[in-house]
């Protein structure tokens, strides 16, 4: 029961509740007219309050009267039509705030629900009256009001119920319902409304109040918006901006319609590709493509605003792009022709148009990247677009930067489509990089700052994932090296790096590079970026960063020496056939494998990436049928870096741990060997006369390893090596190993002694491949000699390069005496035999070529690779005489060097090759030869001469040699200086006291007749000391015989004559603390006889 004070509120409900039952009765009685003013006046005598049962009341009150006939007849419905929208407008437009919003909400729900009725009643029986321009001038304001308002997120329900009744009342006007709505306003209300009606319509495209799934409701909205469009653009004619009108409303009033068109085409509801084609052909038959329809209202508009085109450049480049990318060909081939338009008209103000050419380069990234446009795309964007470019009224101007513009846009399209057809694998981590790099390239050609800083980091950020860091630090060098350290200019956050200026980030980049350098044990890149920092912490006075920067660098300089770094194998990966991606088909890459990475690896991480490859079992260059078939093919094998001299090591004594790190760093030329016989046949491993080699050598755009492990090959070349250049190409190869792991037991970075016993044991015991007697036959023969003169010179090559061999093994026998272990005693007294046995075997080489024992120096070793053919160098001398026949084939043959038939010129003999003993001593630094045909002496050890410096033509005498003579390494000790092991020196006799002091006495031994008399007297024995220095050698004692010579002579001029009792004491004392052996004791005993006499006699 009510209360007493709700009285009035409870009879009002009750009037309001039981008066529309009234109605069929009045209509019994009264016209429809005298019925509707009757209900007029009823509701309008309903006091306006906030209490929520009157609302209610009288909500249902209206809703019992619409669902009633009244409405069914043109006369009730125009009475009534003008009073229910007065009424349901003050309900619609309620204030939220004043009361709970519960409330409200229910409030305008129960008003919608009303309005739709009303919508459905008109739409179904008086579309074509009055009644529709009544409801539009009543609610076509505040429905999109209301619509744009609505908080989508929270009354998703009453958003819907609101948009219905919008589109409802649009389905129901005709043109002549918008032109009559638009014509009482002025230039200002109309632009206004306008950007309201383009802005909620923007918003339903984008933001879409039905469910992907309600394809009816979806598709009759597309329909009412296009159709609204298309009207309100009539409108729009009126309103065209001026060229000083650059931010005025007009403008932005065309670009919201723009925006709105791009947001109609784009919508996903109507991309028709997506659903299937029962579906498809049945909104197709219905609707038609509304996409169509709407791009050519926006090109009809576009057109519409003559020079004012400009004004919308390059805002508008973007939004056109995004229509352009949808796969729709007749909407493409109607909007892509907007953009020379927009070229031509900025090209005609500017007399260029790179605003447009960047905006459009950046845009197709973005949409790209998002999964936009495909093939047909590029061919015909770049088609149409070409054809305007090539148009011949264009002024040239405009022809060629038209024309570069265009190949660019399909360059960066084909790439940009590559990159993302590999982008979502994680297979395909080096292809995804390779695609990568060419954005990178594109867009630091383009001088594109932003865009390539941004591939940088996709790049840096694979190579992290992927645990590339040499690769991740040279990427970071990329962006490293567009800074500067004299600048100040602020830069933003980018990435992980804060806002900073100029040269904390190059500093900052630095260090990031070094770190990951580090990590990848490439020391050597370190360098550069150490001095960099120190120069500049030096120049700020940061001696604390600078101090840690010389501290890393110190470390980085012993981490070469001691740490045990692994080097990494090299691979020819050729991707043939048409399957692959267009930017693999038919490419050839070298590919730098990881640490421990065999060929078998490769294989199956490459094809991971490509299940539906074939593995070419053949390393022969594919056929055309291979090139061209629709399936993929994978051709890999392991190929060799071509190791080329560096300038910086020229003629410089580099231990071997140095050079170790360049054998698989900074490498641009790879080789593949393959063995044949020329006579036909199959070639054997151990027929070294016949083993001929087909060499193919690869070249790269890109060192290897930089920026990518993959490094394109941009060309090859092709030649044959023959069997006796083959075989100074694997001594040299073997010599080069030895020289590595020895030098690798002088800086005691390897221990244990097994490794090496294998290696002496297989160099000098070669049982299975024959060895050195092998090349003995093959080619040390006068057949093979006289074939041409070219192989005399090989000839004597190969026997330089195995004494070479002998000496470096007697230095590997040495070291392994001390660090094998006693157990292992009789292994090494076998490998001593053995070498003993080889040594003396090619003893007939020294002899032949004039050269003596000893272990060579490296500068020794260098001058053999000088007068040498080795690999490197013959590689990149054929590489060169190829270039320059302009050849990319070329073929060599031991027949092209034949010298007309002609003999080689026979062997010098020993007089020929032994210098003068006096020219030795006074040239004893410039020992050196001119060609393959002239004998290459070592550079030789001298002794100390501790008796003073007596000088010969002005130059000192042993000033070169820091080294006593008894200072001999200890059993358990390696030397760790370039000559690796301290030989046995021959001692020189006790300095006389009278030697002390300079005296006229010794000075005059060295002047005037006292050297002729000396050269004399050589001269005169020299053919007997040295086929008695020959005969007793005790090759063990590793020093040679013109070393010897020289240290003789030096003793003989700055040494008085000894009576014969001294010397006999002398030699004798030397012999028993066992300094000399018997050997030296008889060439001592020979020289001093020779010139014993003869000094005394001139004494």
Not at 187 to 209: C, G, P, Q, R, T
Not at 373 to 395: F, H, Q, S, T, W
Not at 814 to 832: A, W
Not at 833 to 862: C, H, I, Q, V
Request: hydrophobic letters at 35%; proline letters at 5%; a neutral charge.
């Amino acid at each position: 029961p009510l209360r007493s004070t709700d009285t009035e509120s409870c009879i009002l409900a009750k009037a309001l509740k039981y008066f529309p039952q009234t109605i069929p009765e009045l209509n019994k009685i009264l016209p429809i007219t005298t019925t509707c003013g009757i209900i007029s006046d009823f509701i309008d005598a309903v006091p306006s309050t906030d209490e929520k049962e009157i609302i209610g009341y009288k909500l249902r009150c209206i809703g019992d009267i619409v669902k009633g006939v009244l409405l069914d007849s043109i006369e009730g419905c125009t009475q009534l039509i003008p009073l229910l929208m007065k009424h349901l407008k003050l309900h619609l437009k309620h204030d939220e705030t004043a009361r709970d919003e519960l409330e409200v909400k229910k409030e305008k729900t129960q008003a919608v629900n009303i309005l739709t009725y009303i919508l459905i009643t008109v739409s179904n029986k008086h579309s074509n009256t009055p009644v529709v321009k009544m409801i539009v001038d009543d609610l076509m304001d505040i429905l999109f009001r209301l619509v744009c308002q609505v908080d989508k997120e929270k009354d998703m329900d009453l958003a819907r119920d609101y948009v219905s009744c919008l589109i409802a009342l649009l389905h129901l006007m005709n043109n002549d319902h918008y032109t009559s709505y638009m014509k009482p306003m002025n230039e200002h209300n109309l632009i206004h409304f306008l950007n309201e009606v383009f802005l909620v319509f923007n918003d339903l495209m984008k933001s879409n109040v039905y469910p992907r799934d309600w394809i009816v409701m979806n598709m009759l909205q597309s329909y009412v918006v296009l159709n609204a469009i298309i009207c309100f653009s009539k409108a729009l004619t009126k309103l065209l901006p001026q060229v000083k009108d650059y931010m005025g409303k007009k403008k932005q009033l065309w670009e919201n319609f723009f925006y709105l068109c791009v947001a109609f085409i784009t919508q996903d509801t109507l991309q028709l590709e997506d659903f299937r084609q029962p579906k498809r052909k049945k909104i197709s038959s219905q609707y038609g493509d509304m996409r169509s329809e709407m791009g050519l209202e926006m090109i009809s508009m576009w057109k519409q605003l003559g020079d004012s085109k400009r004004l919308f450049v390059p805002e508008m480049v973007g939004p056109f792009l995004e229509v352009t990318l949808v796969p729709l060909d007749s909407l493409r081939r109607e909007v892509i022709p907007i953009f020379f338009d927009m070229i031509e008209c900025y090209h005609y103000h500017f007399t260029n148009f790179d605003i447009v050419e960047r905006e459009v380069i950046d845009k197709l990234d973005v949409h790209v990247s998002q999964g936009k446009g495909d093939k047909r795309y590029v061919a015909m964007m770049y088609e149409i677009l070409l054809k305007k470019c090539n148009n011949p009224d264009l002024p040239r101007a405009l022809h060629q930067s038209g024309v570069r513009f265009v190949n660019s846009v399909k360059y960066l399209l084909e790439h940009l489509l590559n990159f993302r057809e590999v982008r979502e694998s994680d297979h395909h981590s080096e292809a995804k990089m390779l695609c990568i790099v060419n954005l990178l390239n594109f867009y630091e050609e383009l001088n594109r700052q932003e865009m390539y800083l941004r591939y940088i980091w996709k790049l840096y950020s694979s190579h992290l994932l992927q645990k590339n860091f040499v690769e991740a630090a040279f990427t970071l060098e990329m962006y490293a090296s567009k800074l500067k350290f004299e600048s100040d200019m602020v830069l933003e956050q980018f990435e992980e790096f804060p806002r900073e200026k100029d040269r904390e980030r190059k500093a900052r980049l630095f260090k990031t590079i070094i770190n990951h350098h580090e990590e990848g044990m490439s020391f050597e890149n370190c360098f550069p970026f150490y001095k960099l920092l120190a120069d500049y912490y030096e120049t700020i006075f940061d001696y604390k960063e600078l101090s840690g920067i010389l501290t890393r660098q110190a470390a980085a300089y012993t981490n070469i020496l001691k740490a045990e770094r692994q080097g990494v194998d090299f691979f020819y990966i050729g991707f043939y056939g048409l399957g692959f991606p267009q930017f693999l088909q038919n490419r050839r890459f070298i590919y730098c494998g990881r640490k421990f990475e065999k060929a078998g690896t490769v294989n199956s991480r490459f094809q991971e990436q490509f299940p539906a490859a074939t593995l070419l079992p053949y390393t022969s260059h594919p056929d055309e049928e291979i090139k061209n078939s629709p399936k993929q093919h994978l051709q890999i094998y392991k190929v060799n870096p071509v190791i080329e001299e560096r300038e910086e090591f020229i003629d410089r004594d580099v231990p071997s741990i140095i050079l170790q790190f360049y054998d698989s760093n900074d490498v641009k030329a790879f080789s593949y060997d393959k063995i044949f016989n020329k006579s036909g046949g199959k070639a054997k491993d151990d027929d070294f006369g016949s083993l001929w080699i087909h060499k193919t050598t690869f070249f790269t755009m890109d060192p290897l390893p930089s920026k990518l492990r993959l490094a394109e090959i941009t060309h090859h070349e092709i030649s044959e090596i023959s069997p006796i250049k083959s075989a100074i190409e694997t001594m040299e190869t073997k010599n080069k190993h030895l020289r590595l792991q020895i030098d690798g037991y002088k800086s005691k970075r390897e221990t244990s002694a097994k490794p090496l016993s294998m290696t002496l044991q297989g160099t000098i015991d070669a049982r299975v491949m024959g060895g050195i007697k092998k090349y003995e036959d093959a080619f040390f023969n006068e057949g093979f000699i006289s074939e041409s003169q070219q192989n005399g010179e090989d000839v004597l090559t190969l026997k330089r390069t195995i004494i070479e061999q002998v000496e470096i093994l007697q230095e590997g026998v040495e070291i392994h005496g001390k660090v094998c272990d006693p157990s292992v005693k009789q292994l090494h007294e076998h490998i001593v035999k053995m070498f003993n046995e080889m040594r003396k075997d090619t003893s007939k080489y020294r002899r032949e070529l004039g050269l003596t024992s000893g272990t060579p120096s490296r500068a020794s070793r260098a001058s053999f690779a000088i007068s040498s053919s080795s690999s490197n160098r013959y590689n990149s001398t054929l590489s060169r005489n190829m270039r320059s026949r302009h050849s990319m084939v070329s073929v060599t043959s031991a027949e092209e060097t034949a010298h007309n038939g002609s003999t080689p010129p026979p062997l010098p003999s020993r007089k020929e090759i032994l210098p003068d003993p006096v020219q030795l001593i006074q040239n004893r630094r410039s020992i050196q030869t001119d060609g393959p045909d002239q004998p290459v002496l070592p550079p030789k050890k001298r002794s100390s001469i501790v008796h003073g410096s007596p000088l010969i033509n002005g130059s000192p005498l042993g000033r070169d040699s820091a080294r006593s003579i008894n200072s001999n390494s200890s059993a358990d000790n390696i030397d760790n200086s370039s000559n690796s092991l301290d030989e046995s020196q021959p001692p020189l006799p006790p300095r006389p006291a009278n030697m002390n002091k300079s005296s006229p006495e010794s000075n005059s031994f060295i002047t005037g007749s006292g050297l002729d008399i000396i050269k004399e007297s050589l001269s005169a024995s020299l053919e007997e000391i040295v086929n008695s220095i020959t005969e007793t050698a005790d090759w063990s004692s590793s020093y040679n015989s013109v070393e010897s010579s020289d240290s003789f002579v030096a003793m003989a001029i700055s040494t008085p004559p000894l009576s014969n009792r001294s010397r006999a004491q002398s030699t004798l004392s030397d012999a028993s603390d066992g300094s000399v052996n018997s050997n030296t004791i008889k060439r001592r005993r020979s020289f001093a006889s020779i010139f014993g006499s003869k000094s005394k006699g001139k004494k």
